[in-house]
Structures are given as structure tokens and as C-alpha cells.
């Protein structure tokens, strides 16, 4: 099976994390199954400047309204999702099962097909809504991982934080890389 992974963008504040994700895979030669909400894609080009255009030759790009995509299905095989940065609206519709969109249809077909799911919230503070939400993700075996960044590695800009997040992300999925360096005591 050819490495793939499924990555989700939605509205939050945080496009960052994705667009470092993508390079990452596509240094590493894994094919990347974008979908982007449309709120997600608007701020991805407000946050970086990047339009669809301008990705990797591995990001593949599924329409959030293509319920036909090969991601709507169990049967197409990919080594799990994330959705990175999550809006509490998207966190949401997954908590639900309600699928009438292509991303949150293909996080319900990672958990149901035992794949691991990842979701990086991104917005803040929370409230009980949120919080509820994310118990119920996480009770159907979603990892939920904040974008809370280490300081540990003693980070000099923007990047490291970025790079932290985005290592710890690789680990859940069993994707080795050295975007940080790893706590080994003092």
C-alpha cells in the first residue's frame, strides 16, 4: 500500500501546522489526501499566503462537497487522519457523526475502520460543548491533541513550536522524524 494520510483543514486560526505537516510527508514521499473546508482553505491563503495551487506535487485535494471521493469509503486505504487545525464547529459535526461533508464523512470512516483519527484543536478557551465533544471523539478512539507546544526543547522561534506540534502529530501515526528534539533528561 502506498503511504497515505489524510489531512483535514478547517476554519481555525493555525494553517501552520498544516502546511508544515504537508512538506513534511511530502519530503518523506507520502501521499497527502487534503480536504479543506471552505473556511479552512480562505485562511490557510490569509495565514500564509499559499493557495492550492502552490502545494506539494503529493497533496492530493478532495472537495469538501464530494461525497464520491475515494475518502467517503473504508475501502480506500490510508494510515488514519487528522485535522489540523480543528475548528470547534468541524470537532463538532465528527462528535456527531454527521457526515454530510466530505471531511467530517471521512473522519467517521477512520474511526470505524479502526484507523487512527487525530484532531488538533486549535481554538480557545473551551467550553463545556467543546469539552463534551471531545470526550465523545475520544471514547470512539480519536486522539485529541491540543496545538499546545513544549518549551523543553527550548525553542528560538516560531518554527520550533510549529515543528513540535507537528513531530508530536508524526508520532501518532508511527511516522519517525527529528522536527524537535525529544526530552531525555537532565
Same mark, same amino acid.
Given at each position: ?6 489531512? $483535514?483543514?478547517?476554519?481555525?486560526? $493555525?494553517? /501552520?501546522? *498544516?502546511?508544515?505537516?504537508? @512538506?513534511?510527508?511530502?519530503?518523506? &514521499? ?14 490557510? *491563503? %490569509? ?10 506535487? @503529493?497533496?492530493?485535494?478532495?472537495? @469538501?462537497?464530494?461525497?464520491?471521493? +475515494?475518502?467517503?469509503? $473504508? ?19 465528527? *462528535? ?7 471531511? !467530517?464523512? *471521512? !473522519? ?17 478557551? %473551551?467550553? /463545556?460543548?467543546?469539552?463534551? @465533544? ?5 471514547? +470512539?478512539? !480519536?486522539? /485529541?491533541?491540543? !496545538?499546545?507546544? $513544549? ?8 518554527? &520550533?513550536l510549529v515543528n513540535h506540534v507537528v513531530g508530536k502529530t508524526l508520532d501518532q501515526f508511527g511516522i519517525e522524524n527529528t522536527l524537535f528534539r525529544r526530552w531525555n533528561g537532565v
Amino acid at each position: 500500500m502506498q503511504k497515505r494520510l489524510i489531512i $483535514g483543514v478547517t476554519g481555525a486560526s $493555525g494553517s /501552520i501546522y *498544516a502546511t508544515t505537516l504537508m @512538506n513534511v510527508l511530502a519530503s518523506m &514521499d507520502w501521499q497527502v489526501e487534503l480536504i479543506m473546508t471552505l473556511t479552512g482553505e480562505k485562511v490557510l *491563503a %490569509y495565514e500564509t499566503g499559499i493557495e492550492r495551487s502552490a502545494f506539494p506535487e @503529493n497533496v492530493r485535494i478532495h472537495e @469538501n462537497d464530494n461525497l464520491f471521493s +475515494a475518502l467517503a469509503s $473504508g475501502s480506500y486505504r490510508t494510515a488514519g487522519m487528522v485535522v489540523i487545525p480543528c475548528s470547534m464547529n468541524t470537532l463538532g459535526l465528527m *462528535a456527531t457523526g454527521t457526515g454530510d461533508h466530505l471531511l !467530517a464523512r *471521512a !473522519a467517521q470512516v477512520t474511526l470505524k475502520e479502526r484507523c487512527p483519527l487525530v484532531v488538533v484543536p486549535r481554538e480557545m478557551p %473551551y467550553n /463545556i460543548i467543546h469539552l463534551e @465533544n471531545m470526550l465523545r471523539l475520544a471514547r +470512539a478512539g !480519536a486522539t /485529541i491533541m491540543p !496545538a499546545s507546544p $513544549g518549551f523543553y526543547h527550548q525553542p528560538k522561534e516560531i518554527q &520550533d513550536l510549529v515543528n513540535h506540534v507537528v513531530g508530536k502529530t508524526l508520532d501518532q501515526f508511527g511516522i519517525e522524524n527529528t522536527l524537535f528534539r525529544r526530552w531525555n533528561g537532565v
